[in-house]
Nanobody, 123 residues
Framework: QVQLVESGGGLVQPGESLKLSCAAS????????MGWFRQAPGKEREFVAV????????NYADSVKGRFTISRDNAKYTVYLQMNSLKPEDTAVYYC????????????????WGQGTQVTVSS
């Protein structure tokens, strides 16, 4: 059974940083592209970042480029999202997701999803 478990969310002030983690189990991790998405209240779930299988190429939403960094540790079956210079508009539930042998930027490309972790940026 595949499980994706996010952690690291919380309440921070604008300009601060957070690092999210997503621990995967039940799959061959290196064969999956791992993505981060977010969903704010009343809005659709949107793409944030993705790291490709094995080689680890990355892609980011324009809104987070230069502030967020996605990385993966295949030995630990974990993907990370380092978020710097956080803004109130980054407030959302953040989800990690797994896509077999691909690195899509749309939700429909992902087979497995975590339950999400809340990130709130407020002064």
């Amino acid at each position: 059974q595949v499980q994706l478990v996010e952690s690291g969310g919380g309440l921070v002030q604008p300009g601060e940083s957070l690092k999210l983690s997503c621990a995967a189990s039940g799959l061959t991790f290196s064969r999956f592209g791992m993505g981060w998405f977010r969903q704010a209240p009343g809005k659709e779930r949107e793409f944030v970042a993705v790291v490709s299988p094995s080689v680890g190429g990355t892609n980011y939403a324009d809104s987070v480029k230069g502030r967020f960094t996605i990385s993966r540790d295949n030995a630990k079956y974990t993907v990370y999202l380092q978020m710097n210079s956080l803004k109130p508009e980054d407030t959302a539930v953040y989800y990690c997701a797994a896509a077999f042998f691909s690195a899509p930027v749309v939700t429909t490309g992902y087979r497995f999803w975590g339950q999400g972790t809340q990130v709130t940026v407020s002064s």
